[in-house]
């Protein structure tokens, strides 16, 4: 249990880790590389861990020094585990491993905790077999673990359901390219989070590899394309600087983080103009962001693009005295925990008023009071919760460790924003 101690004001400038999201594809793509990659400034957490650890199992020499890795990729290659790759809860992971692990030669095992166990994977099976990769879940229920029967990529033609996850498509994505034939995919219905996909394609064009995307609907990757090794910067975790931009929003106050580009491809920069729309000021500048609080106002906005930032809009959300509206996350519902369930219930032991929807929430902002936070070992939920507690006495985290997953510094930071 971690009580959080209310602080009166916030004047300060952090430094957050790196991204997640680009951790773990750099990782990925430095794998599937033609030589040695330098990653500077990689988020050491538990999640990007468990991609490193999965893919020294399939060969790959990645040697970590801090927040340096030297990764030596193989030009395409990977070897057959010895044993089931275990990714703990870490959907991304098993989301992008799964498909590059059909590029090998034999059985690779993927499998998960309790909780991965229970996150949909089918529309990326079904995918990759239309691809003429033998992919299966071993509980015939479309989760994991899965198997991969892998005799390489044959390519060609594909559809792809993505409306549960976009790491679906950016899988297929990352491993397409050493296909044996030219492929096409085609994406059917919605695509949630298409700035994840642009972060995808962007990293794949720093590393060589084109992708000829038309109205994100198809997707053609010639075949005989190959990543080149390079030196590659990770910039700061968007994700993680939301939660001090939310402090200086609830606390009318001024944080500055870094280092965080203005101009990013990482969706949660979105973030940053909600604030704004709610009353806040955002001052950006080279490599650092700014948000100072104003008087808050509700809203309503389609997160779609931004889900793992709807628990900490969330917590903000509950200290305006208006209704704030957030909608089109269905797919909350699929994550490390029911998100969309946990926000409310969490909320409303806060005294807040909140509607749950099938795919959002309408929170109705007051004056939250202290309570004990259950955080469904969800790092999102943790970590967005805690932020209410730098404004109201009480709030106690249960789980804190659950953290490691994507920010394992996160408690340390937040004690210092008390000097």
Not at 103 to 125: C, N, S, V, Y
Not at 265 to 284: H, N, R, S, T, Y
Request: net charge positive; with cysteine.
């Amino acid at each position: 249990m971690k009580e959080i101690n209310p602080i009166s004001k916030i004047n300060t400038k952090i430094c957050v880790p790196g991204s997640k999201s680009l951790t773990h594809r750099a990782f990925i793509i430095a794998a599937l590389a033609n030589g040695k990659s330098h990653l500077e400034n990689i988020l050491y957490a538990e999640d990007t861990m468990l991609t490193a650890s999965a893919l020294k199992q399939m060969g790959i020499n990645i040697k970590i020094d801090g927040k340096t890795a030297t990764v030596t990729g193989r030009a395409g290659k990977i070897s057959t585990p010895k044993k089931e790759v275990y990714l703990g809860n870490s959907g991304t992971s098993m989301r992008l491993l799964t498909a590059i692990s059909a590029l090998g030669e034999g059985r690779f095992i993927l499998t998960g905790d309790r909780r991965m166990k229970q996150r949909p994977i089918a529309d990326l099976l079904d995918a990759l077999n239309l691809l003429g990769v033998s992919a299966y879940s071993i509980d015939k229920n479309g989760c994991p673990p899965v198997t991969i029967e892998a005799k390489g990529i044959m390519g060609g033609k594909t559809r792809i359901k993505t409306n549960i996850s976009s790491q679906f498509l950016s899988g297929l994505l990352l491993a397409v390219p050493y296909a044996k034939n030219d492929v096409t995919i085609e994406v059917i219905g919605h695509l949630p989070s298409k700035p994840y996909i642009d972060l995808t394609l962007k990293l794949m064009g720093g590393f060589g590899v084109e992708v000829n995307c038309e109205h994100y609907k198809h997707f053609f990757i010639p075949s005989g394309q190959v990543y080149k090794a390079r030196d590659y910067t990770i910039e700061g975790d968007l994700s993680s600087a939301s939660y001090f931009f939310a402090a200086a929003a609830i606390l009318k106050g001024k944080v500055t983080v870094f280092p965080i580009d203005k101009d990013s491809k990482q969706p949660d920069i979105g973030f940053l103009d909600i604030l704004e729309a709610m009353g806040c000021k955002v001052v950006a500048k080279q490599r650092e962001v700014t948000v100072i609080g104003g008087n808050l106002k509700g809203i309503s906005i389609d997160m779609n693009a931004m889900p793992d930032l709807v628990p900490t809009l969330a917590v903000v959300a509950s200290f305006v005295k208006e209704d704030t509206i957030i909608k089109n996350v269905a797919h909350l519902r699929v994550k490390e925990c029911d998100r969309l369930s946990a926000i409310a219930t969490e909320l409303m032991k806060m005294g807040i008023k909140v509607k749950e929807k099938e795919d959002g929430l309408i929170i109705k902002g007051g004056s939250p009071k202290g309570a004990i936070i259950e955080t469904y070992n969800d790092h999102r939920i943790a970590m967005g919760f805690a932020i209410a507690g730098l404004k109201v006495s009480g709030i106690k985290i249960s789980n804190p460790a659950c953290v490691k997953k994507s920010f394992p510094e996160f408690w340390d930071v937040l004690e210092r924003l008390k000097y």
